[in-house]
């Protein structure tokens, strides 16, 4: 097996996986960060969203092969005790119902107010379209992201 290194969470780690092994099976399976969930696996749903350098991406669509020396940051390291900005606005508006794809969505939230920390109503919505949630929470979500905005610039 090859063996691949990678910084997760501000800690280098090091794992011995199959080229195609996805990236969300390394965090949950080799690495027991578990906060990262298995929705559809194929890039469909956003509950496997982490950050890939600052971006979100699927962790269940990226294979080892082409993560060696990256920086990964799951939810377990977005913040040390869930202060940053997005988490405190999802606790503000209560946003999760069952919470199965709230890590995705909090994930997708963070790097999208990354880049555009005064984001529209439109804007929102569209960064958000891709993350699935079967409680529909979708109207909280919109507005825990429009919160953590004002509470970033
Ligand atoms: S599990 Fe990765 S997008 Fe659905
Ligand atoms: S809160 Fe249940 S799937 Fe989103």
């Known amino acids: 097996m090859p063996t691949y290194q990678l910084s997760v969470n501000g800690e280098s780690r090091t794992v011995n996986v199959s ?17 990262t969930k298995y929705g559809c696996g194929i890039a469909q749903c956003g509950a496997c969203t ?4 600052g971006q979100a991406v699927r962790s269940c669509s990226l294979t080892m092969a082409s993560l060696e020396g990256k920086n990964i940051t ?14 405190v606005a ?6 999760p119902q069952c919470g199965y794809c709230q890590a995705g969505q909090i994930m997708t939230a963070s ?43």
């Open 19 to 35: 080229e195609d092994t996805p990236l969300l099976w390394v965090l949950r399976d080799h690495l027991d960060l578990v906060g």
């Open 50 to 53: 982490v950050h890939l350098d």
């Open 74 to 87: 799951t939810i377990e390291g977005l913040s040390k005790d869930g202060e940053h900005p997005v988490q």
């Open 90 to 95: 999802w606790k503000e508006v209560d946003v």
């Open 111 to 153: 790097a999208f107010l990354a880049n555009n920390s005064n984001p529209t109503e439109e804007e929102i919505k569209d960064a958000m379209h891709g993350n699935i949630c079967r409680c529909a929470s979708y109207t909280r979500i919109y507005k825990a992201v429009e919160i953590a905005a004002t509470k970033i610039s």
